[in-house]
């Protein structure tokens, strides 16, 4: 299938309207994406990376580059939900980005993963809409299993809770039914998020690695229990962030 524009299109459009080099734009082969900036700019400052200038988003959705152990590593916010997510990769990879880790959070489906539990999203249910537009329904979406087995690593060296399975991605947060998680839980199903499905199948479809590491912000398998501001949950991220640039010093390029 052949589209009518593409990401590079745009990028090749980009720099020559600003007099620029794609380098100048400030993606590395190695991106780190989160929807949080408080988590962005944190991973940003332990990686002395420093704000690309020139990235297309400016301050909207900032973009920092620096090095971990030799390598360069961007951190990236993205917008939530999966459409502004993968535009945004797409672009990336039209700069040359090759390898994403996404780090956020995720609402939990089991007991067994209690708030502050580290999720790696494994194959998915794909409810949003933007993985049907890159890849038939019936097709299964999963990560790069090497990053998944770096991550797993990376998570048991830090001494964090985590577990790898099934996860369900939607576009409806405020309609994640009750029979819906009932069901989805007795299939095995660990945790839910807005972004993941998509970002698999971008992955699965440009030939890039994908990866996320989610923490889990609230708990669905009861009556609602959320975390947002606590220091447990702060705890919890503070502790993904360290697993990923573990990650990362362990040499996520192969």
Not at 2 to 12: K, N
Not at 31 to 47: D, T
Not at 137 to 153: D, H, I, N, Q, Y
């Amino acid at each position: 299938m052949e589209e009518r524009f593409t990401a590079q299109m745009l990028i090749d459009w980009y720099v020559e309207q600003q007099g620029l080099t794609v380098e100048a734009l400030g993606v590395a082969p190695v991106v780190v994406l989160s929807w949080s900036r408080r988590v962005v700019e944190s991973l940003a400052e332990v990686a002395g990376a420093q704000s690309a200038q020139h990235w297309l988003y400016g301050e909207q959705y900032p973009l920092y580059r620096g090095e971990v152990a030799g390598n360069p590593v961007s951190f990236a916010q993205m917008p939530v939900g999966a459409p502004g997510t993968v535009m945004i990769m797409e672009e990336m990879i039209a700069c040359g980005a090759r390898v994403f880790l996404g780090l956020g959070l995720a609402g939990s489906l089991q007991p067994e993963a209690p708030i502050g539990t580290l999720l790696i999203p494994t194959h998915c249910i794909r409810e949003e809409g933007t993985s049907a537009h890159y890849l038939d329904l019936e097709v299964t979406v999963g990560p790069s299993e090497r990053l998944v087995r770096l991550l797993l690593k990376a998570c048991k060296e830090e001494g964090l809770k985590v577990l790898a399975g099934p996860h369900w991605t939607t576009d409806a947060p405020y309609r994640e039914l009750v029979s819906k998680i009932k069901a989805f839980r007795e299939q095995g199903v660990l945790g839910v998020d807005m972004e993941t499905s998509a970002m698999y199948a971008v992955g699965q479809v440009r030939g890039v690695e994908v990866c996320n590491l989610l923490v889990v912000s609230d708990e669905l398998w009861r009556e609602w229990q959320l975390a947002f501001g606590s220091p447990e949950l702060r705890e919890a991220m503070k502790g993904a962030e360290r697993a990923v640039l573990r990650a990362l010093a362990a040499g996520i390029l192969g």
